[in-house]
Nanobody
Framework: EVQLVESGGGLVQPGGSLTLSCAAS????????MSWVRQAPRKGPEWVAM????????YYVDFVKGRFAISRDNAKNTVYLQMNSLKPEDTASYYC??????????WGQGTQVNVSS
């Protein structure tokens, strides 16, 4: 059974930082590109960042460029999202997914990030 388990969310003040983790099991992790997607209350999902299966390539949506960094450790079957300079509008549930050929195949259950003073 494939499982993606996110962790690291929480409450942080504006300008603060958090690092999210997504631990994968039950799949050949190094074969999958990994993405982070977020969904705020009353909004649709927003793709945030993606990292290639090797980790050599990363991609970001414009509104997180320079603030967020995606990385992965294929030896630990884990993908990370380092989030800096957080803003209230970053408040959302954050989900990781594993994809091949551009199609997400597996999703985690999400971790909640709240940015508030």
């Amino acid at each position: 059974e494939v499982q993606l388990v996110e962790s690291g969310g929480g409450l942080v003040q504006p300008g603060g930082s958090l690092t999210l983790s997504c631990a994968a099991s039950g799949l050949t992790f190094g074969n999958y590109a990994m993405s982070w997607v977020r969904q705020a209350p009353r909004k649709g999902p927003e793709w945030v960042a993606m990292i290639s299966s090797s980790g050599r390539s990363t991609y970001y949506v414009d509104f997180v460029k320079g603030r967020f960094a995606i990385s992965r450790d294929n030896a630990k079957n884990t993908v990370y999202l380092q989030m800096n300079s957080l803003k209230p509008e970053d408040t959302a549930s954050y989900y990781c997914n594993g994809q091949r050929g551009g199609t997400p195949e597996f999703w985690g259950q999400g971790t909640q990030v709240n940015v508030s003073s």
